[in-house]
């Protein structure tokens, strides 16, 4: 089992920056990889960004690439989301996810954390 704890949410205005923290406890050697996701009121869940564990590879969404940056700190086992130049359809709550294996679905998830960007 992996537990997964979101924080840095918050409320930030146009143009703002924020960043999103997710503690990972438990089986974290085992993971392949974390990412961030997303959910709107009325809309799906959506892909953000993901990193592997072990080499630390990025993967962006094409509506937060070039604004928002993933990074992990394996010696605290936290994985970052830096979210810059933030737009008002940024407004979600964002949960990070643990992947045990590459290309199977993501198998652990944190709660969920608001994010609002007031226009």
């Known amino acids: 089992q992996v537990q997964l704890v979101e924080s840095g949410g918050g409320l930030v205005q146009t143009g703002g920056s924020l960043r999103l923290s997710c503690a990972a406890s438990?089986?974290?050697?085992?993971?392949?990889?974390m990412g961030w996701f997303r959910q709107a009121p009325g809309k799906e869940r959506e892909f953000v960004a993901h990193i592997t564990w072990s080499l630390g590879s990025p993967f962006y969404s094409d509506s937060v690439r070039g604004r928002f940056n993933i990074c992990r700190d394996t010696a605290k086992n936290t994985v970052y989301l830096q979210m810059n130049s933030l737009k008002p359809e940024d407004t979600a709550v964002y949960s990070c996810a643990a992947r045990l294996r590459v290309g199977s679905g993501y198998d652990f998830w944190g709660q969920g954390i608001q994010v609002t960007v007031s226009s």
């Open positions: 438990g089986r974290t050697f085992s993971m392949y990889g």
